[in-house]
């Protein structure tokens, strides 16, 4: 079965003042057919980029190697004019800042529309904002009311409220649901969540939750996130990124409740540290991304490592239906 998204080796980088930013580190990972991959790692793992470089967004990131396979079309180098094509119809990203991602001077209703717009004519989301005077006005509240509905959200006067505010006046789960309604409504084959819940207090990171696993299983999913909670409940599968690349993956309840590469054990550690334990420091704020270390990027800091790990970077070996890179590891036998 052809994978709807197929990432080998990418590799992405920024020319900065201070020396080269190694953001992407060789990331390989697959996403199937109807399947929710969560991809998990602390804050500069190279999550963002990675979601952006699927898009070509990332600038002024520049993917220096590896592929981009989408539905098995390679797009790493496709240009412009096709880009804007597959952004929102094909791949439909949810930003992580969901409080800026909304037009604030259109009403959610007009913000619905253009989404129409896009699956129904091409383009793209900001340029059809650009050009709407005297366009056509495509006004469909029967479609909008049945995507709001499948996110749990009831048709009535609160609904016909919703229509007519501005993204100022939502809270920032309602507006985080606009956007995801807005990508239900271009009806992508890959929907990618950049950190759905962050910056959400608990009340409204569980209805977020609740939104995405509405969604689960209607389209290919990619969920962003450093929390291990919104990946389980949301994901069917799991990668873990250090130093920008994927270094442990597999079925979430695999990796999350065994996890074996070293730094995947501190950070669900970390995370799942209970009251009276010591804090377990992940340490990815200790990885210099422009002068990157031989080897293994985990080496400097990890507690298990080997003479090996200082020199030859893990290849990854499949163990159990999960992949890890590290050289504590080798793969199975056939
Ligand atoms: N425009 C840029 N110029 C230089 N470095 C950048 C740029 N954008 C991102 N980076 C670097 O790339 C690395 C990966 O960043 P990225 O935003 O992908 O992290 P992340 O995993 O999404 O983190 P977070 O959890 O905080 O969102 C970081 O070290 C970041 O500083
Ligand atoms: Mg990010």
Redesign the pocket.
Known sequence: MTAVLKVTGLHVT?D?AAGV?H?NNGVSLEAHEGESLGIM??????????CLSLLHLQH??RIVKGSILLDGRDITRLGETEMERLRGRVITLVP?NQATALNPAYTVRQQLEEALKVRRHGGALHRLARNRHGSEQVSDVQEFKRVFEDLGFESGPVFDRLLRSYPHQLSGGMRQRVLIAMALLMRPRLLIAD?PTTALDRAIKAQSLATLQRVRGALTLLVIS?DVEAISATCDRVAVMYGGRVIESGPCDKVLSHPRHPYSRLLLAAQRRTRGQPLVAAAAETLN?IDFPEGCAFHPVCPEVTPMCATLAPPESKIDGTMVACHLYHEEAG
């Open positions: 920024f900065t930013v953001a790692g602390e804050s500069g793992c190279g999550k963002t980029v990675l002024p990131g992580q950190e450093h991304l």
